[in-house]
């Protein structure tokens, strides 16, 4: 047969998302492996399914919530089998052979009483897959943080905040990793 067109590549637009979060509310994370193993056999990349199919479907279950379409326990369960899907997807990339480590690490962590951690585990596979030794500190808490830069050397802190709603109790955190971390010129974003 003839090499496919590159018009045939599949696109990964709002149908394919609005199908794909409706799918994570009902099939298991084994079933949503299996599509996203299609998507790639048809030439989807990598990075797309991670930037134009799992993102958006985390924000449309967002939206579902948010239009009282669906429970708060329905969309956190769904995100649980995207965020199992990421961790397959990881463990199963191909980027793993030959991977050379760039010997930098970073440290990631959702803003105090963040809720939403699904685009954190986006954020750091991406530094992983470029290289990069990666923690999360999933509680947000300031003790844990401090206690890991503290313990460990980061190049790198990385938050993630929803919304400002909170921004007058980052700024004190920022300044408190700081100066507890190893590293005196770590990098925050």
Known sequence: GAAPKSRDVVELGPETTEKFALYTLSISHESLLAIIGGLLQQGVSMEAIYLDLLGPTARRLGEFWNDDQVSFADVTIALGRLQQVVRELSLHDPVDEGFVSNGRAALFAPAPGEQHTFGLVIIEEFFRRSGWRTWT???GAITEIVGAVQA???DVFGMTASSDERLD???????????ASRN???SVM
């Open 184 to 186: 005196r010129d770590i």
């Open 137 to 139: 500190e999933l509680s």
């Open 152 to 154: 460990h050397r980061f």
């Open 169 to 179: 109790q980052i700024a004190p955190m920022i300044m408190s990793i700081r100066r």
